[in-house]
T-cell receptor, first 111, second 116 residues
């Protein structure tokens, strides 16, 4: 039962443009959401998080938006850079002990 | 960043052998999590431990798999009598706590287990 879904396996964006990565979840008890970035042969690296009491959190070029009614979150990267090319995972957490991860979106930023 | 350290990075075992994966959490972190990633899939939770205690092992297969986090030393994920289906990347993560931003999990580079 996939509680966190990333329906786009891949995304290509021109350098300098905006990258928008999407994530949907099913469990309304989730109250904390995170985005991780992963390069091949490395572990996931924490990027940005958002609590369910907010609808937006910004950190430099990265902004996460949360729409609780739609059970949807998105990560915006602007401007996109070639070094942003990686696999991006969204994760969600509730009162339990684990994070639930999506299957990832592979972002390619074209120079 | 004295990050999460996992070793070995690569581990090759023959069917029926035992695999031991080690994880040292970030300095100051006492919460450790193990995840498994199969090819083309996301990370799947296996177990959550604090020092000397298994808090949640709901994601761990009931047989052949065990985990510990002793008072001294790294956390160990142990897989007995490995089978080809155990081939995967195993990631360890640690966090400072369970409240607010303390629950951000920081990951190691993973151990890639190959079962021949």
């Amino acid at each position: 039962d996939q509680q966190v879904k990333q329906n786009s396996p891949s995304l290509s964006v021109q350098e300098g443009r905006i990258s928008i990565l999407n994530c949907d979840y099913t469990n309304s008890m989730f109250d904390y959401f995170l985005w991780y970035k992963k390069y091949p042969a490395e572990g996931p690296t924490f990027l940005i998080s958002i609590s369910s009491i907010k609808d937006k959190n910004e950190d430099g070029r990265f902004t996460v938006f949360l729409n609780k009614s739609a059970k949807h979150l998105s990560l915006h990267i602007v401007p996109s850079q070639p070094g942003d090319s990686a696999v991006y995972f969204c994760a969600a957490s509730g009162t339990g002990n684990q994070f639930y991860f999506g299957t990832g979106t592979s972002l390619t930023v074209i120079p | 960043n004295a990050g999460v350290m996992q070793n070995p990075r690569h581990l090759v075992r023959r069917r029926g052998q035992e695999a031991r994966l080690r994880c040292s959490p970030m300095k100051g972190h006492s919460h450790v999590y193990w995840y498994r990633q199969l090819p083309e899939e996301g990370l799947k939770f296996m177990v959550y431990l604090q020092k000397e205690n298994i808090i949640d092992e709901s994601g761990m297969p009931k047989e052949r798999f065990s985990a510990e986090f002793p008072k001294e030393g790294p956390s160990i994920l142990r897989i007995q009598q490995v089978v080809r289906g155990d081939s995967a990347a195993y990631f360890c993560a640690s966090s400072l706590g369970r409240q607010a931003t303390q629950r951000i999990q920081y990951f190691g580079a993973g151990t890639r287990l190959s079962v021949l």
